[in-house]
């Protein structure tokens, strides 16, 4: 928790004058999040998205927390909602709940993946190892939530495994300062929590740049995957010498909401299709 605290405090501040608005209209606002910022914060003080688009566009709730619809994490860009009536905040999170909004992904990851479509359906879990990551759930890390103290860890650490799918479609095979790396179309259906960086480093293609879920970074490496697990898993995975190399590179983490679709939780028989440039 220190350590996202300490991140939290390097949010980037993004001014009226530089917010990218790519859709308005009475009930909805679409802008694009650039990397490092975070979209809401609890500490008041901190820079954030949500605090920039409620001063310059305001909403009817006359609460920039409620504006807040769905996240993106501090180090991913791309395309962002936020409502700007109760109509709209109910409406959004009926669709998100029901699944009913269409988003994709692109991102680079490291090394040259083999296949060129698959799908990953890891369950995750909360890692009290690792705590407030997640993890992919096994049954001895479930097995071992039986011997922990609610009280102490936290109840949500003790919620049951979370089903995932997020389906992975190679775009382009490139280098990155002559390393290899794959760009990847991803698409999350289930959209939990850090499903992507967990998803794809327990195949052994963490993304580019991806501080926490990558080699050496605060959560458990490889999704928390043993090695003999992983080895099976993902035959192809970037080796640990390739990883440290892109990391060296010190690189953004280059994972960016592209595209979103949905019906208009207000409009009737209006539908809201919007498509971000990839900045990597």
Known sequence: LAKMKEKDMKSKFVSKEELEVVFEDDHLVVVEKPEGVLCVSRDKELPTLCKTVFESIGCEMGEEDR???HRLGMDTSGLMVFARTMSAVRGMNSLFRTRKIHREYEALVC???EKDESVITLPLMRDFEFPPYMRVSTDDHQQAL???DPKIVGKKVLEGPKPCLTKVDVLAREELEGLPIT???LTSISGRTHQLNVHLSAIGHPIVGDT???LGGDA???GGLDPETLSTMAPDLASEELQRQ???LNTRMCVHAKTIS???PVLKGQHVSLTSKVPF
């Open 67 to 69: 504006m807040v619809v």
């Open 111 to 113: 090394g040259h993946m």
């Open 146 to 148: 039986m011997e922990l």
């Open 183 to 185: 760009r990847v179309q």
């Open 212 to 214: 926490v879920y990558g």
């Open 220 to 222: 458990s490496p490889y």
């Open 246 to 248: 892109i990391g060296e």
């Open 262 to 264: 949905f019906r208009h």
